[in-house]
Every structure is written in C-alpha cells, then in structure tokens.
C-alpha cells in the first residue's frame, strides 16, 4: 500500500472545497440517503460541480456522491476525461467510485473520513494507486475528517 498524504491542518488548501462538500452531504439526508458529499474541482480550482449520495432518493444503486458529481463535471466539460480536475469528498471512496476516479483520470482525490469497512483509497484496499492499472491519482486523505466523520455518525445514531 503506498503513503496518502494526510493533510495539513495549518496549510490546509482544501478545508474550503470540504466544506462546500459537508453541506452537499447534508442534501442527501431527506431522502434518506447517508451523508455523503463530493465536489469536482477544474484544474484551475474552479468548482465544476457537485454531488451527494442520491440512492434511495432515484433507486440508482451507482448514484454514489462521488459518481453523481463527476457525471456532472463531466456533462459541464462535455468530456468524459477529468484530467487536472480534484474530487474532494467526505468518506473514503468505495471500490465502484475508486475504479470511477481512475476511469475519469481526475489528477486528485481528496477525502475525509477514512471508511476502514469499504474503503478503496487506502484504508481496505488501495484501488486508486494499483500500480497496474494506467492512470493513478494523488490522494490527501484527512481533510476535516473529524467532522466528516462526525456527520455520518449523527446520521447513523439518528437512525
């Protein structure tokens, strides 16, 4: 398993965009769906769009925060490719959305909460920085994870 870089707190570029993705997670939540949220950032950090879980709300068993998004980049930029673009989201990628990721050949993933159940970026398993595979991601894990964490927990506790 290669090092993820884990943020730091002081110089942290990327608490802003998880932020802008913990009030996408919170959208989910009427539906009843977990909440998860993902925005998609253009090369030049410009937010290209945004994404939560939306499974229970459409009956899309792939309507995952991180697929729903980069679906959405990718209409934006009318170009299945991501390439330069970050995704920042606030629970570890799954196995599906990781293999997304690598297929979108976005240049980042940036996460929050590590998902140590289904994990795909680290935590389980490592599928986005699979030396076999043609394209891999940066990844910066950490980014606000307490609160990340603490988002899902409610949710979880709630239910």
């Known amino acids: 398993m290669l090092p993820a870089h884990t943020h730091d707190p002081v110089r942290d570029p990327w608490r802003d965009s998880m932020r802008l993705a913990l009030q996408e997670a919170a959208r989910a939540v009427p539906a009843g769906d977990v909440p998860v949220g993902a925005v998609v950032l253009g090369p030049d950090g410009q937010l290209l769009a945004t994404g939560h879980n939306e499974r229970e709300a459409t009956g899309d068993p792939t309507a995952h925060a991180e697929v729903v998004a980069l679906r959405r980049a990718a209409a934006k930029l009318g170009e299945w490719r991501l390439p330069g673009c970050t995704l920042v989201v606030t629970l570890e990628p799954c196995?599906?959305?990781?293999?997304a990721l690598v297929q979108s050949r976005v240049a980042r993933v940036v996460y929050g909460a590590d998902d140590e159940?289904?994990?795909a970026a680290?935590?389980?398993w490592d599928l986005v920085r699979d030396r076999r595979l043609n394209h891999r991601?940066?990844?910066v894990r950490g980014v606000l994870a307490e609160e990340c964490a603490r988002q899902l927990t409610d949710f979880f506790r709630d239910l």
Do not use: R
Request: aromatic share 0%.
């Open 95 to 99: 196995v599906m959305c990781a293999g």
């Open 117 to 119: 159940k289904a994990g």
């Open 122 to 124: 680290g935590s389980l």
């Open 137 to 139: 991601p940066e990844v």
